[in-house]
């Protein structure tokens, strides 16, 4: 059975502080609570588990006793005691934060996705803003297969918690089996449709299968000559296969279909460069910019078209502009890239001071790049376990 991993489950230990304010007053049951809280803090789930027992043999009215009761038990595997406890605990405090929640993880591993889904919907309702509980009704829902209102409610987990990594490998698996479903669907409904070579050449991309995918979307052509993209979808492929001269020819062939496409106006300037033909680049660089004056990339390659034509005061200001324009979210490449062809075009003009703080910067931010590298393969190697327990 898939089991999503355990991070999620250690948002238990915090439920605990909030629950203190459920306690009774007996003071040997507030010693086995505490114990078993200090327990749970430590990992050590089977000393909780008889902790919070004793407690709720004390006070079998403490719903705070069984919720944490049911979350040592899930945390041992002894998935039927977690349930008992669990469902006591919801009973007795129906809008005990968290209850829901791990009552809803303990149906699912019993795969009983409806009763799971139901718990979460109810924790969801308690609190919306729970990504946890939305990540694990998304999971529940891939269990009982219904993606569509997986990716749904995943991607709802995802803008909540932008960086969780186990929302983030679910949601997109969520998309991809709508992705497939989809497709499924769509070659039933016409196995000769031209957006079935087109499906194909895409998937090939992906698979690094360039020959076949070209092939396949020449087949889609052939079908739709003047579908706005198509030709460009070749363009792409030609492109990283290296043979510039058909990409070339296939972004002209899309822009003839789709004069307004300011990517393939684009892609064509920098497939013109690396053909060496700087004057043609500029003359769609000029067109791209008229229509997009903030284009970072459109600026950075006007700037190395206008420094293989020797306008350096040209090129100069348009690489300053990339820098200027470029977005914060962007990988930074462009700003990199942009501070050192100011180098060395500073350099050329005699301008050593200028020269000199374009390197500075262009190396403080190479620097940066390299160790933001280093510390998302340190975190890659972190998750690595976590990633094969998730697969289990």
């Known amino acids: 059975?898939?089991?999503?991993?355990?991070?999620?489950?250690?948002?238990?230990?915090?439920?605990?502080?909030?629950?203190?304010?459920?306690?009774?007053?007996?003071?040997?049951?507030?010693?086995?609570?505490?114990?078993?809280?200090q327990a749970s803090r430590g990992?050590?789930?089977e000393e909780a588990a008889d902790d919070f027992a004793k407690a709720v043999a004390l006070n079998p009215a403490s719903a705070a006793a069984y919720f944490n009761l049911g979350?040592?038990?899930?945390?041992?595997?002894?998935?039927?005691?977690?349930?008992?406890?669990?469902?006591?605990?919801?009973t007795q405090a129906p809008k005990l934060r968290g209850a829901n929640l791990f009552l809803g993880i303990a149906r699912y591993r019993k795969n009983d996705f409806a009763g799971a889904a139901e718990a979460l919907k109810r924790e969801v309702r308690l609190d919306p803003r729970n990504a946890q509980?939305?990540?694990?009704?998304?999971?529940?829902?891939?269990?009982?297969?219904?993606?569509?209102?997986?990716?749904?409610?995943?991607?709802?987990?995802?803008?909540?918690?932008?960086?969780?990594?186990?929302?983030?490998?679910?949601?997109?698996?969520?998309?991809?089996l709508v992705s497939k479903e989809s497709y499924e669907q769509m070659f039933k409904a016409d196995p000769q449709s031209w957006r079935v070579h087109q499906a194909l050449a895409q998937s090939f991309v992906d698979a690094d299968r360039l020959e076949d995918a070209a092939k396949e979307c020449e087949?889609?052509?052939?079908?739709?000559p003047h579908e706005p993209g198509l030709h460009e979808e070749l363009a792409d492929?030609?492109?990283?296969?290296?043979?510039?001269?058909?990409?070339?020819?296939?972004?002209?062939?899309?822009?003839k279909v789709d004069p307004e496409s300011i990517s393939s106006m684009y892609k064509l300037a920098v497939v013109s460069l690396q053909r060496s033909k700087p004057e043609v680049a500029v003359s769609l660089l000029t067109e791209v910019l008229h229509r997009a004056p903030?284009?970072?990339?459109?600026?950075?390659?006007?700037?190395?078209?206008?420094?293989?034509?020797?306008?350096?005061?040209?090129?100069?200001?348009?690489?300053?502009?990339?820098?200027?324009?470029?977005?914060?979210?962007?990988?930074?490449?462009?700003?990199?890239q942009s501070y050192y062809?100011?180098?060395?075009?500073?350099?050329?003009?005699?301008?050593?001071?200028?020269?000199?703080?374009?390197?500075?910067?262009?190396?403080?931010?190479?620097?940066?790049?390299?160790?933001?590298?280093?510390?998302?393969?340190?975190?890659?190697?972190k998750r690595a376990p976590e990633a094969q327990e998730a697969t289990r």
């Not at 979350?71 to 919801?90: K, M």
């Not at 043979?243 to 899309?254: G, I, M, T």
């Not at 324009?325 to 462009?334: Q, V, Y």
């Not at 703080?357 to 280093?374: C, I």
Request: with cysteine.
């Open 133 to 176: 509980a939305l990540m694990w009704l998304g999971v529940v829902q891939l269990g009982a297969g219904n993606a569509d209102a997986a990716s749904v409610v995943l991607d709802e987990a995802a803008k909540l918690a932008p960086g969780d990594v186990d929302i983030l490998y679910h949601r997109g698996r969520a998309h991809m």
């Open 219 to 224: 087949i889609a052509l052939n079908a739709r």
């Open 71 to 90: 979350l040592a038990r899930l945390q041992q595997g002894r998935v039927d005691e977690a349930l008992v406890a669990l469902n006591r605990a919801v």
């Open 43 to 45: 990992g050590h789930w």
């Open 294 to 336: 903030q284009h970072a990339d459109a600026h950075y390659q006007m700037g190395r078209a206008e420094a293989q034509l020797a306008q350096v005061d040209e090129a100069i200001k348009n690489f300053r502009d990339a820098v200027a324009d470029s977005a914060p979210s962007s990988d930074g490449e462009t700003v990199r």
């Open 1 to 37: 059975m898939r089991f999503p991993g355990r991070g999620p489950l250690l948002c238990g230990v915090t439920v605990l502080a909030g629950a203190l304010c459920l306690l009774g007053q007996d003071s040997q049951f507030e010693k086995s609570f505490q114990q078993g809280a």
């Open 237 to 255: 492929i030609y492109w990283k296969e290296n043979q510039l001269e058909k990409a070339e020819s296939a972004f002209q062939d899309e822009l």
């Open 341 to 381: 062809q100011l180098a060395q075009l500073y350099r050329r003009a005699g301008r050593a001071e200028d020269s000199k703080a374009a390197l500075e910067s262009f190396m403080k931010l190479k620097q940066e790049a390299d160790a933001a590298q280093v510390q998302k393969l340190e975190d890659k190697m």
